[in-house]
């Protein structure tokens, strides 16, 4: 049974390889590092809020703010960086501070007023949008030459292909991620929450802090999140970003993490994130096929996904069963 | 007492809507009057009444969802997908009654959909809904062609939005009758308590017999209904099918709406009339804001703030802190009384 935890991950990489081994032979083009570059550089700050929205989803809970704070974060940077002579870095530093301070907000209500953290994240996603309207309603663009620097920042890879300077934050927080849930106090306290809060609660996990941490972080990641997709687009826009949370959700979902909490796999998640990604680039390659069949694909692939976790859930419980039947009844043959 | 239970049982509810409403009358001193032009009630009150259907419609659907302790992320993208239909349908030159029982054949496909993967998979709703969410808007694109269908020359659709019947718009009348159907047949039979029942408890209510599969597959089929007709009012409304744009985020508008009517997001309670109350308060105060001259984005952070004054009243912890008080009131009445009881 020790290997059912890793088959929703085994199952993701398996639909990765297959989509990948598709497309390779429908556009041979496909199989380039120039491909793989656009590819991580287009998804980066997908990626970045995904990792965040992990670990909430591990922990049994759902963050729908996430699109609203990339959005203000591009909106604050771009009008900041218009109206002031701040330095680009002293900017981000005080966005991040603000985004991860709101998710830190976010959590102490779902804690401490033991609210569904669907309906607190649902207020937080309309105040983060409310503020960045409030800001400006027009597409700012951002001139700083910093701007230009960072964005000149790559590694060429083997075959002419670009790792930018954005798509090596994302690695690095994936890479950070995998570290924090697997190998550290707090990412023990998040699966033990996502797993069974009473339980937890029972075994010492400090339930106030492991919560707030946990929005903490999906803000600060947001906000980090919402600096990169200001450093790829190059402006701030109030309506930018819709509909990102949905994108993270099934980007986790399709990751392998079980939506219920207690299950799943940062490494998950960057698989989610790769199989979206590959189906935007075929449909990019194909170009008579409309962009909205990306969302009908991704719908599908939720509902397998969902159905497969729920198939193995089911197997799971009926050989629990099985294995108790089995016992009793050694106990009444030997009695 | 005189008042009935259920204006008493709602009086938060009403005590808004009139200030919202007297707020309304002071930014705009005309907002109560009502004319007859054309045989049509004209006025801001009504135009409240005639905008709020579709959130409204939403609304009723939604209740009896989170009554069971569930939720309909869909809803926006299922009048996305119902507008595209109704659209290609009346534009390949079928009949208006053809037309919207399509349109609400596709409705309640999505609804069963929806209610078979809450009740026969055990998905959890948010998930089961959001998969619908997200890729019904690709639907509604695929049967539009990604483009938006007009049916400018079908007055007989456009009426379902614009028109009149007995001097009130149309959407008024549908939204109005589907009320009062649901709350006919939800609380003059047992339906709303067993949808109670599955809300406070699922798997007690399905040992103590009711049928809980069948009651959330019809609870989310009636959502996905309300979700029909809103999406065929808004089509015929703007005279056309937006598969972006159709819909967008009234799921979240229907969900605020239900919350400040009253019914607990943790299920096994809910009131349709406060449902409706509270789609009227969003639709008035969308109205008075527009009216102020507020840019409309102000909307956005006063309903966050709506939330969050409901999450801290709604909250386990506050109630509890409410029914502490409470209790100690009545102890301290009840040790006087006996004191006065004593002293005689």
Redesign the interface.
């Known amino acids: 049974m020790k290997n059912s935890k890793y088959l929703p991950l085994l199952a993701t990489f398996v639909v990765f390889v297959l989509g990948y081994v598709i497309c390779i032979s429908v556009f041979p083009n496909m199989l380039s590092t120039r491909v793989a570059g656009n590819l991580l550089t287009d998804n980066a700050f997908l990626g970045i809020t995904a990792v965040g929205m992990t670990f909430v989803i591990l922990s049994g809970g ?1 963050d729908l703010s996430v699109g609203s704070v990339i959005a203000f974060t591009g909106v604050f940077l771009s009008v900041i960086l218009r109206d002031t002579s701040i330095h680009p870095l002293a900017a981000f530093a005080i966005v991040l501070v603000l985004t991860t301070a709101f998710g830190a907000a976010m959590g102490g ?1 779902i804690f ?5 953290p ?3 994240t ?6 983060a ?3 960045s ?2 800001l400006t ?1 027009e597409s700012v663009p951002i001139t700083h030459p910093f701007y230009s620097t960072l964005q000149e920042i790559y590694i060429r890879m083997p075959g002419g292909g670009r790792l930018t300077l954005i798509a090596m934050i994302m690695l690095a927080v994936f890479a950070l991620g995998i570290i924090l849930a697997q190998r550290t106090r707090f990412g023990t306290y998040v699966y033990a929450l996502g797993g069974n809060l009473t339980s937890a609660q029972l075994m010492g996990v400090p339930v106030a802090k492991t919560t707030i941490g946990i929005y903490a972080l999906s803000g600060f990641l947001a906000g980090l999140s919402g600096i990169v997709f200001s450093l790829y687009t190059s402006a701030g826009y ?1 309506l930018a970003a819709v509909g990102v949370e ?1 994108d993270a ?2 980007a986790v ?1 399709i990751g392998g993490t079980l ?2 909490g207690g299950y799943g796999f940062v490494a998950g998640t960057f698989l989610g994130i790769c199989i979206q990604g590959l189906i935007q680039t075929y449909i990019v390659f194909d170009g008579t096929l ?1 962009s ?5 694909v ?3 692939l ?2 397998g996904f ?2 497969l976790q ?1 198939g193995l859930m089911w197997m799971s419980e009926r050989s629990a069963r099985n294995m108790r039947h089995a016992s009793a009844a050694a106990q009444a043959s030997g009695a | 007492m005189a008042v009935p239970t259920i204006i008493r049982e709602r009086t938060p509810q009403l005590i808004v809507l009139a200030v919202i409403l007297a707020l309304n009358a002071i930014i705009s001193p005309g907002f109560f009057s009502i004319e007859i032009q054309n045989d049509r009630l004209y006025g801001s009150l009504i135009d409240v009444l005639n905008r709020g259907a579709p959130v409204t419609l939403l609304a009723i659907g939604m209740t009896l969802v989170i009554a069971t302790k569930g ?1 309909d992320l869909s809803v926006g993208a299922v009048m996305a997908i119902v507008g595209a239909v109704a659209a290609s349908l009346i534009t390949s030159g079928y009949s208006l009654p053809a037309t919207l029982a399509g349109a609400l054949f596709v409705g309640l496909a999505c609804g069963i959909w929806n209610g078979a ?1 809450v009740a026969l ?4 709703p ?3 809904t ?10 509604a ?2 049967i539009t062609e ?1 483009v938006i269908l007009t049916f400018n020359d079908k007055p007989e659709l456009i009426f379902v939005g614009s028109g009149s019947f007995l001097s009130l718009p149309m959407p008024v009348i549908i939204w109005v009758v589907v009320a009062i159907l649901a709350i006919l047949v939800v609380r003059r039979s047992a339906l709303g308590l067993l949808i109670e029942a599955i809300g406070v408890n699922r798997r007690a209510s399905t040992l103590s017999g009711v049928n809980s599969r069948v009651i959330l597959l019809a609870v989310y089929a009636v959502s996905g209904l309300c979700a029909a007709t809103a999406g065929v009012i808004a089509a015929a409304d703007i005279k056309g099918a937006d ?1 972006n744009n159709a819909g967008l985020w009234l799921e ?1 508008d229907a ?1 605020l709406a239900v ?1 400040i009517g009253g019914t607990s ?2 299920g096994g309670r809910f009131s349709l009339v406060g449902s409706l109350m509270g789609a009227m308060i969003i639709q008035s105060l969308n109205t008075g804001i527009l009216m102020a001259g507020f ?1 409309p ?5 006063i ?2 703030a709506i ?2 004054i409901i ?2 009243v ?5 109630q509890a802190a409410m029914a502490n008080f409470r209790a100690n009131r009545q102890t301290v009445a009840i040790k006087t009384e006996s004191r006065e009881h004593a002293a005689r």
């Open positions: 759902i209500v401490f007023l033991d609210m569904p669907f309906i607190v649902l207020a937080g996603m309309f105040l949008r409310g503020i309207y409030l309603t109030s949905l959700i099934a979902v939506l219920t409309s909205w069949w990306t969302k009908i991704i719908g599908l939720l509902f969902i159905a729920r | 939720i993967l998979l055990d998905i959890q948010i998930i089961a959001l998969i619908l969410m997200v890729a019904g808007r690709g639907i694109q695929l990604g598969a979240m969900i919350v997001l943790l840019p984005e102000f909307n956005l952070i309903k966050a939330i969050l999450l801290i709604q909250s386990p912890a506050s």
